[in-house]
């Protein structure tokens, strides 16, 4: 995506609800995430060049807002804000996991976003999700356990709530990006130019190219 010039990200993620309130069928913009992964690459540095960018606010502020706006231009139930709790997956949560995470408080879970975001970071590409609640996950006492089919037929019918989101959000996106996320490595890079490796800036020159010269 660097490569191609993309400077902003809509992802779309199905997710379980972790709050009576976020119904199947709802839709979420998270602005937080918890991340649980643990055998995931979710950097683009190590090898001869340390860089630590701020991650405080791992959604980009203007794209949420941009995706708030069209939300509620699409007659969808659209949740502003929370926090999605990233499990490493590929299986669903065991119900203690479940219960447990409830009482942290977050409001849905997912596989995938929390290292997404921290990569777009890095690249200094924007960054926001529409959550699409599919399931209750298993916590639910009245509900059955999540399943793939349940999780996909709630999901096929949030598609086409979702790209009317998305036309509406790209419609509404400004032309130029005011947000700090295009300039997210500034005075991020520990490492001094010329202690990293040749083939280190070589390889992350779409990276680091800006601020490191090969």
Not at 185 to 191: C, G, S
């Amino acid at each position: 995506m660097k490569k191609l010039g993309v400077d902003r990200i809509i992802s779309l993620s199905a997710v379980g609800s972790m709050r009576e309130e976020i119904e199947p069928g709802h839709i979420v913009i998270p602005d937080q995430f918890y991340d649980l992964t643990k055998h995931r690459k979710s950097t683009f540095f190590g090898e001869g060049v340390v860089a630590h960018v701020g991650f405080a606010d791992p959604v980009c502020h203007d794209l949420f807002g941009v995706l708030a706006d069209a939300g509620g231009k699409s007659g969808a139930t659209v949740h502003k804000g929370g926090t999605y709790i990233c499990m490493e997956g590929p299986q669903f949560s065991t119900r203690a996991e479940s219960r447990i995470y409830r009482k942290w408080g977050v409001d849905v879970i997912g596989m995938t976003n929390a290292t997404e975001a921290k990569l777009a970071r890095e690249a200094e590409i924007c960054y926001a999700t529409l959550a699409l609640s599919t399931d209750y996950d298993c916590w639910h006492e009245s509900e059955e356990d999540v399943t793939v089919e349940a999780v996909i037929a709630v999901l096929m019918k949030n598609i086409e709530t979702a790209k009317k989101i998305i036309k509406e959000a790209v419609a509404m996106m400004p032309a130029k990006r005011g947000c700090r996320c295009s300039e997210a490595l500034k005075n991020a890079i520990m490492t001094k130019a010329e202690l990293i490796p040749e083939k280190t800036k070589k390889d992350l020159d779409l990276i680091i190219g800006k601020y490191i010269k090969t």
